[in-house]
């Protein structure tokens, strides 16, 4: 508890924790808000998928450009320009969709408001990055715990909006969360001391991406987003095929409290390994969580392995998140936290489209195996050697 006290008492910690945290409830409300909306004026879950997966598309694509643009001067000006226009494009595509129009304008509109998500996750990873080393892994720790909690609260306020209200609700309230974070976050006392770095030369729009030892930790993540991707499909199937379809949600529930367990352990813990040694073996201990899935006779079986196994995966993204502030370069950090955002959303939804497949053709078990190779995969990238990272001095600034 004395190390997240000390995470705690750092000047802006307090805001970029509860910003970071209402800021990043939009990621996880509004693909499914949309999908429920869309759904109920269309009829269509066909033409309601298509919405979802282009908001979160066009959100994953236009983060590293949003990222790269932060890093040249300070992330400001981008958080108070998409707090100005993001709920603007949402109340946009709420009345495309309730009045109507035809679907390439629905997914226009989705895309229009994806592109234009407020970037605060990559913001508050790089502002972390620029703490003390001596908290900075736990500060990653309470970050990775905060977004674990962020998949678990987001779909239930949507659920509990769609019931009470619409899905229209959901929306407008994501996109006052949306607002309050980009403004906490841009007016922040650590976003007024951050002092760009500038490149020394100029660089490709990659440079970022094949920099000294990013791509194994973004491949890695990537194939392990991808068995997370088939996971999240499998579980709801998984309570269907057990007459138990009303379970999927706290199936779901488990597996992310059991992240957050883990992860508020692994954040009090000094380790003294070093990181790239850490990440190999909590992603080993990932795949060994995950493996045991595909024995799963029940719900309820299922639900304590999902608990037990999800123990590890906030440590391994805390683990991550430690890599990638310390591979990137120094002027990309925003960026550089960007493109592990991109590569993974795209990631997991690659593996939701494979896992869902999968269940079509050979049930869920095939989905299961699915998460595990994932996993396995992520071990093995991170086995292959790579051009070492060169030894750098890091700016600090407190936050």
Sequence with gaps: ???????????????????????????????????????????????????????????????????????????????????????????????VVLGGAPTPAVVAAAAAAGAATPLVSGTVRALWSRVDPAVRGTAYALDATATELVFVAGPTVVAALAVLASPAWALAVAGALAVCGALAIATSGAMRRWVPVPAAERTSPFATVLAPGMPRVLLSGSALMLGFGALEVAIPAFADESGSPGLSGLLLALWSLGSVAGGLWFGA??????????????????????????????????????????????????????????????????????????????????GAALGGALIDSSGVTGSLLLAVAGAAAAVVVTLVPGRAAPARPRERVAA
């Design 269 to 350: 813990r000094v380790v003294s390994a070093s990181l790239p040694r850490q990440y190999r073996w909590l992603l080993l201990g990932v795949t060994i969580g995950l493996a045991p899935l595909v024995a799963a006779s029940s719900p309820w079986v299922l639900g304590a392995l999902l608990f037990l196994g999800g123990t590890a995966i906030a440590p391994t993204l805390t683990v991550q998140s430690s890599l990638v502030g310390s591979l990137a370069p120094a002027h990309a950090t925003t960026e550089a936290f960007t493109w592990l955002s991109t590569m993974a959303t795209g990631a997991s939804a690659l």
């Design 1 to 95: 508890m004395r190390s997240y006290l000390s995470v705690w008492r750092l000047p802006s910690a307090p805001v970029l924790l509860l910003a970071g945290f209402a800021g990043r409830l939009p990621s996880a409300m509004v693909p499914l808000a949309l999908l429920l909306m869309v759904q109920q004026q269309t009829g269509s879950y066909a033409v309601a998928g298509l919405a979802s997966a282009t908001y979160g598309l066009a959100m994953a694509a236009m983060a590293p450009v949003l990222g790269r643009l932060a890093d040249r001067r300070t992330p400001r000006p981008v958080l108070l320009a998409q707090a100005a226009v993001y709920p603007l494009l949402l109340v946009l595509l709420v009345a």
